[in-house]
């Protein structure tokens, strides 16, 4: 006998999808400490390493929405720790710039998050983690967004 969803049932099976967009020095390395250590998190999100957030076009975050994330996470290293100096800072400008934009087309804030996660910061990356996913989950499916923005 096929087993048939309500859309109650249905609505609490959601899971949001999101995108991490990390540094390969810092981030990317505290969440490897955090699967070293065996720390649990949800496993919503899905990890893009790049050498620096600061190299991060902000339409590669835009794209990621486009094609179906329900939510964005850009971290990296902590101010000063940067190991291209600044990039952490440019990253956090271009960020602000797209938060803005993103409030102008009718996105909600919190589908996007930017943090500073250090290479020993296990735990504040599932952390991270935990907090974005209870965020997202709680907007619900972002809506579509219309492609050639």
């Not at 960020?95 to 296990?122: N, P, Q």
Request: net charge positive; glycine share 10%.
């Amino acid at each position: 006998m096929e087993k048939v969803m309500t859309e109650e049932q249905s609505a609490n099976a959601w899971e949001p999808k999101i995108v991490a967009i990390v540094c390969n020095w810092c981030t990317y390395a505290g969440a490897d400490l955090a699967g070293i250590s065996r720390i649990q998190y949800p496993p919503n999100v899905r990890i893009i390493r790049v050498p620096c957030t600061g190299r991060i076009n902000p339409f590669y975050i835009l794209r990621a929405l486009q094609e179906g994330a329900d939510g964005v996470l850009v971290s990296g290293c902590h101010p000063g720790e940067c190991h291209y100096i600044t990039g952490n800072l440019t990253a956090r400008r271009k960020f602000a710039a797209l938060k803005s934009f993103l409030g102008y087309i009718g996105l909600e804030g919190d589908r996007t998050l930017f943090t500073w996660v250090s290479a020993s910061e296990g735990d504040r990356f599932a952390q991270v983690i935990r907090g974005v996913t209870k965020a997202v989950r709680a907007l619900g499916p972002a809506r579509k967004l219309v492609k050639g923005i």
